[in-house]
């Protein structure tokens, strides 16, 4: 079956450091992969989506690559802000499947000044 | 826009009893809707997909008469937990597809159950 491999948290960064948030996935035939964002008291938001290997999600300068060879859709971001404070979900979908998700754990992410 | 509300976010309720969930999409219609159940610190495990006017489908593993969904609208389900235990107790989330619309699910906040 399908599963999906995040990195545990929390991940306490400065303000302007690099994130890198692992993630990495078992899947049947070609999944498309997802990270969603979810704000204290808020619901998750999809934060970016690659659909096919080698295709690159952006959004709000965060960045994750679909790796096939590796199975991995690892999330970065070059320099993270306090407002980015959050828990992070990787997931992916089987094509076909009525776009049923499958979740990692969540990793939260602290940015302090 | 596409806006999911649940109510309430947190409920409290006594072994036995039943609570009922509800899941609203706020600015647009939704034909399918999903429902997750979330542990400490566990992924989400979707429990059952509702499609507006037709019985839910459920995952292997959740019982369907103690998990009852309705979708009896196009921007309302409902998911209530009959004859509550304390092993219930969990974070209870629901998405919305919108009709006709991209290939995504919009997410409700979360309703958090503590059964005692």
């Known amino acids: 079956g399908n599963s999906v491999t995040q990195m545990e948290g929390p991940v306490t960064l400065s303000e302007e450091a690099f994130l890198t948030i692992n993630c990495t996935y078992t899947?049947?035939?070609?999944?498309?992969l997802f990270w969603y964002v979810q704000y204290p008291g808020e619901g998750l938001q999809l934060l970016l989506k690659?659909?096919?290997?080698?295709d690159k999600g952006s959004n709000k300068g965060f960045e994750a690559t679909y790796r096939k060879e590796t199975t991995s859709f690892h999330l970065e971001k070059g320099s993270v802000q306090v407002s980015d404070s959050a828990v992070y979900f990787c997931?992916?979908?089987?094509?076909?499947?009525?776009?049923?998700?499958?979740f990692g754990t969540g990793t939260r992410l602290q940015v302090t000044l | 826009g596409a806006v999911v509300s649940q109510h309430p976010s947190r409920v409290i309720c006594k072994s036995g009893t039943s609570v009922k969930i509800e899941c609203r999409s706020l600015?647009?219609?939704?034909?399918?809707m999903f429902w997750y159940r979330q542990f400490p610190k566990k992924s989400l495990m979707l429990m059952a997909t509702?499609?507006?006017?037709?019985?839910?489908?459920?995952e292997q593993g959740v019982e369907k008469d103690k998990f009852l969904i309705n979708h009896a609208s196009l921007t309302l389900s409902t998911l209530t937990v009959t004859s509550a235990h304390p092993e219930d107790s969990s974070f209870y989330i629901c998405?919305?597809?919108?009709?006709?619309?991209?290939?995504?699910?919009?997410f409700g906040p979360g309703t958090r159950l503590t059964v005692t």
């Open positions: 998405s919305a597809r919108e009709a006709g619309g991209p290939y995504e699910q919009y």
């Open positions: 899947a049947t035939g070609y999944p498309s």
């Open positions: 690659a659909t096919k290997a080698d």
């Open positions: 997931a992916l979908s089987n094509t076909g499947t009525a776009s049923k998700l499958t």
């Open positions: 600015d647009f219609q939704a034909t399918t």
């Open positions: 509702s499609n507006e006017g037709s019985k839910a489908t459920y």
